[in-house]
């Protein structure tokens, strides 16, 4: 492996700048300050240098040599400045005159738009709302026709019932068939279905076909329809034709179209719509609308069911309704003098102005570019009336519809906004017409306004041009003299003397800065002073920081005869010396011990605290104890006399480099985490015990994992998940996760680097808030290590190093149960039977002995309080798994339901009679075990103890 230099500790930050800048060269004793070394002073506002011209006798005798306070000075000037806000005045005179101008007809047009808008929206919704109730009144009139319609075929239908209920009432009524009737007049027609019963041939229609097909008697019978078809077409002009088809195939028509008829020999009305949709909806049926074959226009078919004795179907009466009178309606005058009136069906136009043969089916023509639009919405509640606008600009229209309830239709009535509108732009041009005129006559009286402000305004600039000039010679050359004399302090020179004796506020300012620069010399000694100690302590910082990052190994590869692992670390502090700490050293020929911390605080007090924290853990654990105990014996020394209050989180863990387990202990540090082999990275489950430091007396639980060849053990401080970027977005990690497994393949060296890289690129310039220390040891193949040849080459011995069992010398264990009265009696065989099941598994005796202590604080518990006093059944279940070294114990009651870990742990710091009872067993087997959880299911108490083994005993 190559060596990787020595982290170098970063550069000390400059410390603040002082107020004024130190001299360029080395400074000199405060009490020697020489001049050359004055820092600069910032020089004053450069003044205008005063006419070489003497003043006048006037202004002698105005302001004197030296008379005068400069308050008297400064009102003479406030006067001449008034003189300015004179011309100011005059000037936004002017401007809000030219703006009441543009006011008076920007509010005039306003008004207009206003009047002319309100009387469009008044308008409009006038004429809309008689539209509507135009519309109502139109849709109701057609609606009200069509009703009557349907209540005369009621009545054809109720009358043709009658004859099939009592035929015996009527005498036959023969009439012709449809090629023997005339044309031209009224005329009762029959015919046959072609596909009758009995018929011979289609061509031959006569009596003996009707008797032929049986059916004689019942077409002589409905001729008697012709005394009520007539009377109906004689008083509705509407109905074109009446025809009754019966359900065995009897067809009669009543109309004028007798020789144009014949086709109906061929035909079976039964097919029809009209007769299928009325049979099969046991009622009136309207058809949609259809041009009549025989140029009377457009029609509709109404028809309805004809029914014999006991309600039994007989056949289907039917009306055609030529709608073409429905034209008066729909087109008479409407409420605009351009709007027009359509009645559709759906999609279909029924009746229009201008509507003919040719243009039927254009909805445009009728409704615009929107016209389907609009018959969507129609299409949405055929119950209710609406409106809607379309087209645009001088072809925009107000669409208004209505319902014809009785068959769907639609009655829509469009008037041209045009039409509408016209009374309000009328308004809203007489409006601007006046509001020019108003605009005019205002400009004018304001034009002679003008004239004469600008003529006093001429007269006051000039007289305070003259006055001005007089007042600046006067005030301003003290103020020059005293602007020199700055200047000169702005090279260095701090030997200042006032002579300026104007007798006014300029004098003793100058008196005040003669005050300063006497006052800036001392200073500058005393900054100079601060620097030198400033530069001291910055100096004894930087030594500090090395003698901090020489405490670390910083020399890679460590170990250059041991190849059985890699290792590299790395730590950056936020200051220029940090909290936290690494290492990593050899305890015997085969364990590695690898640690790494973190110092609450930072600066100085962490550093210290944390070589004192480090030279204990590295000595405690060179002297051959297992992790915990060195964890417990350093906790238990930083605990003494701590009373700053600081605490250290660290993991520590020795590896066997020969069998690659790991045992590890955690005081309440990150968890490392692991990569196994080519895999994916992952926290290890190491549960954090107590920080070392807080409390004496504390215990630290060890865990035991096996690493394989290749396994890559990455450990970090928080200064890593915890480094945050501009927005105050942490690293998390989550995201420390995914670069880990994004570098995996690469060597230690470079994942350390690109780890580095990445907290650089998300915190993208923003301080370091936590030191930031990282150390990866990755284990190598038995064919590259130099230990695996060493096993080979040397037999197999023992050794007092308390190295776990090989992993795959150890079996699993099945889990078992035994089920026992929960009585104190019974604790020997309860621990018997946990202990052969642990002892089985690998778990020395030492353990075995607390476990058993943990076991018995819970069953007594179980015994004395889960059943109140009765005898119950306890359930006690082991699962061991001998090759993990992880046990499970789970003690069972059907006893009433409690939570023992739910009461709070007792205060061992009261004596016995004064803490409160119970608790103290449950809090015992807390400390004894690695983890306990309850839960109640299935009627039991179920309370889980997890143990791991520890080899050591």
Same mark, same amino acid.
């Given at each position: 492996m190559p060596e990787t230099p020595a982290p170098v500790p970063p550069e000390t930050p400059l410390l603040p700048a002082p107020l004024v800048a130190p001299p360029p060269t080395p400074p000199a004793p405060p009490e020697v300050a020489p001049e050359t070394s004055t820092p600069p002073v910032p020089s004053a506002v450069s003044m205008v240098s005063p006419s070489s011209s003497s003043p006048s006798r006037l202004s002698d005798r105005l302001f004197g040599a030296r008379g005068g306070s400069i308050s008297?000075?400064?009102?003479?000037?406030?006067?001449?400045?008034?003189? /300015?806000?004179? +011309?100011?005045?005059?000037?936004?005179?002017?401007?809000?005159? #030219?703006?009441?101008?543009?006011?008076?007809? #920007?509010?005039?047009?306003?008004?207009?738009?206003?009047?002319?808008? =309100?009387?469009?929206?008044?308008?409009?919704?006038?004429?809309?709302?008689?539209?509507? #109730?135009?519309?109502?009144?139109?849709?109701?009139?057609?609606?009200?026709?069509?009703?009557?319609?349907?209540? !005369? +075929?009621?009545?054809?239908?109720?009358?043709?019932?009658?004859?099939?209920?009592?035929?015996?009432?009527?005498?036959?009524?023969? /009439? $012709?068939?449809?090629?023997?009737?005339?044309? $031209?007049?009224?005329?009762?027609?029959?015919?046959?279905?072609?596909?009758?019963p009995g018929m011979v041939s289609p061509s031959r229609f006569d009596e003996r076909d009707l008797e032929d097909a049986g059916v004689l008697d019942e077409t002589w019978l409905l001729g008697n329809i012709e005394h009520a078809g007539g009377a109906l077409m004689a008083d509705e002009s509407h109905i074109s034709s009446i025809y009754l088809t019966t359900s065995g195939g009897i067809n009669i028509g009543y109309d004028s179209f007798a020789q144009e008829k014949r086709a109906v020999d061929t035909i079976d009305l039964r097919e029809r719509d009209w007769y299928v949709g009325a049979r099969d909806n046991d009622g009136i049926y309207l058809s949609n609308t259809y041009r009549d074959s025989f140029d009377r226009g457009l029609n509709i078919t109404m028809s309805m069911p004809v029914k014999g004795p006991d309600g039994v179907f007989k056949g289907v009466v039917g009306i055609d309704i030529n709608i073409s009178d429905l034209d008066d309606i729909v087109t008479e005058t409407v409420a605009s003098s351009n709007g027009y009136a359509v009645l559709l069906n759906g999609g279909e136009i029924i009746s229009a102005p201008g509507l003919d043969e040719g243009n039927e089916n254009d909805l445009t023509l009728f409704l615009g570019s929107e016209a389907h639009g609009i018959i969507e919405r129609m299409r949405g509640d055929f119950s209710d009336s609406g409106e809607t606008r379309v087209g645009a600009d001088a072809r925009e229209f107000f669409a208004v519809w209505a319902p014809v309830t009785t068959t769907k239709w639609q009655l829509v009535i469009l008037v041209p906004k045009l039409d509408i509108v016209a009374p309000s732009v009328e308004l809203h041009s007489e409006i601007s017409t006046m509001a020019d005129e108003a605009a005019s006559f205002a400009s004018n009286r304001i034009m002679v306004v003008h004239v004469i402000l600008i003529g006093i305004a001429a007269l006051l600039v000039a007289g305070s041009i003259i006055t001005s000039r007089y007042i600046s010679l006067r005030i301003t050359r003290p103020i020059t003299r005293l602007s020199a004399d700055v200047d000169r302090m702005a090279t260095g020179t701090l030997d200042y003397r006032s002579d300026i004796t104007t007798g006014d506020e300029i004098e003793a300012l100058s008196h005040s800065f003669e005050n300063m620069t006497r006052q800036l010399k001392g200073y500058i000694a005393e900054i100079n002073q601060a620097t030198a100690e400033k530069e001291r302590i910055?100096?004894?910082?930087?030594?500090?920081?090395?003698?901090?990052?020489?405490?670390?190994?910083?020399? /890679?590869?460590?170990?250059?005869?041991?190849?059985?692992?890699?290792?590299?670390?790395?730590?950056?502090?936020? =200051?220029?010396?940090?909290?936290?700490?690494?290492?990593?050293? /050899?305890? !015997?020929? =085969?364990?590695?011990?690898?640690?790494?911390? $973190?110092?609450?605080?930072?600066?100085?007090?962490?550093? +210290?605290?944390?070589?004192?924290?480090?030279? +204990?853990?590295?000595?405690?654990?060179?002297?051959?104890? =297992?992790?915990?105990?060195?964890?417990?014996?350093?906790?238990d020394l930083l605990a003494e006399n701590n009373d700053a209050g600081m605490f250290v989180t660290a993991f520590m863990g020795y590896l066997d480099v020969e069998s690659g387990m790991l045992t590890c202990v955690n005081a309440g540090h990150n968890p490392p985490c692991l990569g196994c082999g080519g895999g994916g990275f992952a926290p290890l489950a190491v549960k954090p015990g107590f920080v070392l430091g807080g409390f004496s007396g504390m215990r630290y639980k060890e865990h035991t994992f096996v690493l394989k060849p290749g396994a890559t053990l990455f450990l970090y401080t928080d200064g890593v998940t915890e480094a945050t970027s501009p927005a105050l977005e942490l690293f998390s990690e989550k995201r420390l996760v995914a670069t880990l497994n994004r570098l995996k393949d690469v060597s230690i060296n470079d994942l350390v680097r690109g780890l580095v890289d990445d907290i650089e690129d998300f915190s993208m310039g923003a301080e370091q808030a936590d030191d930031i220390t990282m150390l990866v040891l990755r284990t190598n193949t038995p064919a590259l290590s130099s230990a695996s040849r060493r096993q080979k080459a040397r037999p197999a011995k023992t050794t007092s190093s308390p190295i776990a069992p090989e992993p795959e010398l150890v079996a699993p264990l099945e889990a078992e149960f035994l089920d026992i009265d929960a009585r104190d009696t019974n604790l020997p065989k309860v621990l018997d039977f946990v202990c052969a099941r642990l002892r089985a598994a690998g778990f020395g005796e030492r353990q075995l002995n607390r476990v058993a202590l943990a076991v018995e604080e819970v069953f007594v518990n179980i015994a004395h309080y889960a059943y109140g006093g009765a005898v119950g059944l306890a359930t006690i279940r082991v699962s061991a798994d001998g090759q993990s070294g992880t046990a499970t114990i789970e003690m069972c009651d059907r006893g009433s339901s409690f939570n023992p870990l739910a009461k709070p742990d007792p205060d061992l710091a009261l004596s016995a009679q004064e803490r409160a009872v119970g608790g103290l067993g449950v809090f015992m087997a807390r400390q004894i075990v690695d983890e306990i959880s309850y839960r109640r299911e299935d009627g039991m108490n179920r309370l889980l103890l997890t143990v791991t083994r520890n080899d050591n005993g």
């Open positions: 008297n000075k400064i009102l003479t000037a406030f006067l001449l400045v008034s003189i /300015f806000g004179m +011309l100011a005045i005059i000037v936004m005179a002017e401007l809000m005159f #030219q703006g009441i101008i543009g006011v008076t007809e #920007q509010s005039n047009l306003s008004i207009g738009e206003a009047a002319a808008q =309100r009387s469009d929206e008044a308008l409009t919704a006038t004429v809309l709302s008689n539209t509507e #109730q135009l519309a109502l009144a139109k849709a109701a009139v057609i609606d009200e026709s069509l009703k009557r319609l349907s209540g !005369d +075929l009621v009545t054809l239908a109720n009358y043709i019932n009658g004859l099939y209920a009592h035929p015996e009432d009527y005498r036959a009524a023969p /009439f $012709d068939h449809v090629r023997v009737a005339p044309t $031209d007049v009224l005329t009762l027609q029959w015919a046959l279905s072609p596909n009758m910055s100096t004894e910082l930087n030594v500090a920081a090395n003698i901090q990052a020489a405490m670390l190994p910083n020399t /890679f590869p460590p170990f250059p005869g041991r190849d059985e692992f890699d290792i590299f670390a790395t730590m950056q502090p936020a =200051r220029e010396v940090g909290g936290d700490f690494y290492d990593f050293f /050899f305890i !015997d020929e =085969r364990r590695l011990a690898v640690v790494i911390a $973190d110092v609450s605080g930072k600066g100085i007090p962490a550093a +210290l605290f944390m070589v004192v924290a480090k030279t +204990l853990i590295k000595s405690s654990a060179q002297m051959g104890t =297992r992790p915990a105990e060195v964890f417990e014996a350093v906790n």
